[in-house]
């Protein structure tokens, strides 16, 4: 599991609450990302990072904002939470090596927004 | 941007063969990888491709074609516990390397 972990691993929100999404991994990968997955939609990218305070926006940015301030954490927040980002989040880290790389995933956050 | 194509839903039997194939349109292909997925759980890594040719591990191939924009991923010797959904995913250089995943493919193993 890459030592991958995400906090809360389950959420209950009201829409129009600030809601942050952990990601934290222990081994100093230097490539985060955050996806949603949603059934009829498969996995898609909502933001990642490539290092200390270097981020991007993927394919479903809007209404989300992301930070990293330092290596091992990843930190995902909707800013003020709809109904439409009721979805299951995972945090996703990028190992490389020579030409082979691996993308090993978190266990998921469950959001539900009421 | 990026197609990525692939079958909904399979079925096979246990101690069997089945191949997930996989079709894509990218302007600067670096990679494809596959991965399985329980329900309710996270998805995990399986194989990763760049060039043309079989990678093989264990019960689990993956083969990939660029000039064809064509991969498969080949279970053998099926196991009940292979009953699963398989996610091709594609990365696009000309995108910033940024990760597309296809709708996934479920996979049930009957007896």
């Known amino acids: 599991d890459a030592g991958i972990t995400q906090s809360p691993r389950h959420k209950v929100t009201e829409t129009g609450t600030p809601v942050t999404l952990r990601c934290h991994q222990t081994?100093?990968?230097?490539?985060m990302y955050w996806y949603r997955q949603d059934p009829g939609h498969g996995l898609r990218l909502i933001h990642y990072?490539?290092?200390?305070?270097?981020?991007d926006k993927g394919e479903v940015s809007d209404g989300y904002s992301v930070s990293r301030s330092k290596t091992e954490d990843f930190l995902l927040t909707l800013e003020s939470a709809t109904s439409s980002q009721t979805s299951v989040y995972f945090c996703a880290i990028s190992e490389i090596m020579d030409i082979q790389e691996t993308q090993y995933f978190g266990p998921g956050t469950r959001l539900l927004v009421l | 941007g990026q197609n990525i194509d692939q079958p909904t839903e399979m079925t096979a039997t246990e101690g069997a063969i089945v191949q997930i194939n996989c079709t894509y349109q990218?302007?600067?292909?670096?990679?494809l990888f596959w991965y399985q997925q329980h329900a309710g759980e996270a998805p995990t890594f399986l194989s990763y491709n760049v060039l043309d040719g079989l990678e093989e591990k264990g019960r689990f191939s993956s083969f990939l074609s660029r000039s064809k924009g064509y991969s498969y991923l080949l279970l053998k010797e099926l196991q009940m516990k292979d009953s699963a959904s398989y996610l091709c995913?594609?990365?696009?250089?000309?995108?910033?390397?940024?990760?597309?995943f296809g709708g996934g493919t479920r996979v049930l193993v009957k007896p």
């Open positions: 990218t302007s600067g292909f670096n990679g």
């Open positions: 081994e100093n990968h230097r490539y």
């Open positions: 990072s490539y290092g200390v305070k270097d981020t």
């Open positions: 995913a594609v990365r696009d250089a000309a995108a910033g390397n940024k990760l597309t």
